[in-house]
């Protein structure tokens, strides 16, 4: 079913009063087609999403990288591994990840996740103490059914809080 219209600038969506109860489907709803093309076009899949209390988060005081304490470890110095399902269609399935975290003082910190094509990294610039957002990561997946993935930081010094962590595929 086609998704209401938002903007009559879209080129998808139809208007609400054409989804009325037991109405015929007919040539009012002429976005159908348009409108599941965005979706597929414009959908993001959700490969990996944690989220943590900012009261109760990770946190990584380790000067190199290494297995996230909390919700990032297995055991004593393993990372738990996720796995995910990449979605094959289009080439080699890339991917966005990123995290919600706070340093202490005017420290920086590192992220990274390793998939079965790589491992990519996201340099967390300095908050003083407030949480900040960043999704700017950008990484793929295996071209295979099934990848693992996981995730391993670094502090420069102080300790970097994780409360989220987040990876999509890539619009």
């Known amino acids: 079913m086609s998704r209401f219209a938002v903007d009559t600038a879209d080129t998808y969506g139809a208007d609400p009063q054409y989804y009325q109860p ?17 979706a597929y076009d414009l959908q ?3 490969y990996h999403a944690v989220s943590l209390d900012e009261a109760a988060p990770d946190s990584v005081t380790a000067a190199s990288y290494a297995p996230i304490p909390g ?10 591994r996720w796995e995910v ?14 995290v919600r975290y706070k340093t202490t003082g005017a420290h920086t910190g590192d992220i990274r996740i390793t ?9 967390l610039p300095t908050t ?28 420069s010094a102080g300790t970097l809080k994780i409360a989220s962590y987040w990876i999509v595929e890539t619009p």
């Open 71 to 80: 919700s990032q470890l297995e055991s004593a110095g393993v990372a738990t």
């Open 22 to 38: 037991r109405r015929i489907i007919d040539d009012e709803v002429v976005a159908i087609g348009k409108t599941l093309e965005a």
């Open 44 to 46: 993001r899949r959700t």
């Open 85 to 98: 399902r990449p979605r094959l269609m289009g080439g080699v399935p890339e991917v966005q990840f990123g």
């Open 115 to 123: 998939t079965g094509a790589g491992v990519y990294t996201l340099a």
């Open 128 to 155: 003083s103490g407030a949480w900040a957002d960043l999704f700017t990561g950008v990484g793929y997946l295996a071209q295979a059914t099934v990848d693992e993935i996981f995730w391993e930081a670094q502090s």
